[in-house]
Nanobody
Framework: QVQLVESGGGLVQAGGSLRLSCAAS????????MGWFRQAPGREREFVVA????????YYADSVKGRFTISRDNAKNTVYLQMNSLKPEDTAIYTC???????????????WGQGTQVTVSS
């Protein structure tokens, strides 16, 4: 079992920045690919970004490429999502997830956090 707890969400104006954190406990954090997903009201959960176990590779949704950056610190069992140049359409609940392999499909991830709200005002 892996427990994931997100933090860092909030309200920000368009063009601003936020940094989300996802702290993991339980099984060995470095064994897992970590992903961030988001879900806006009335919409399906969508892939945002993922990072491999050793940070050797990162994968971004086109909608956030160049604005968001994922990183991980395996010594601190934490994955981060730096979000810059935020837009109102980035408003959603952001949730981190842990899985055994990289995928853009939520079903590929075994463990999920509770999510943190990000609201971007225009």
């Amino acid at each position: 079992q892996v427990q994931l707890v997100e933090s860092g969400g909030g309200l920000v104006q368009a063009g601003g920045s936020l940094r989300l954190s996802c702290a993991a406990s339980g099984q060995t954090f470095s064994n897992y690919v970590m992903g961030w997903f988001r879900q806006a009201p009335g919409r399906e959960r969508e892939f945002v970004v993922a990072i491999t176990r050793s940070s050797g590779a990162t994968y971004y949704a086109d909608s956030v490429k160049g604005r968001f950056t994922i990183s991980r610190d395996n010594a601190k069992n934490t994955v981060y999502l730096q979000m810059n140049s935020l837009k109102p359409e980035d408003t959603a609940i952001y949730t981190c997830a842990a899985g055994g392999y990289y995928s853009r499909r939520p079903s590929a991830y075994n463990y999920w956090g509770q999510g943190t709200q990000v609201t971007v005002s225009s």
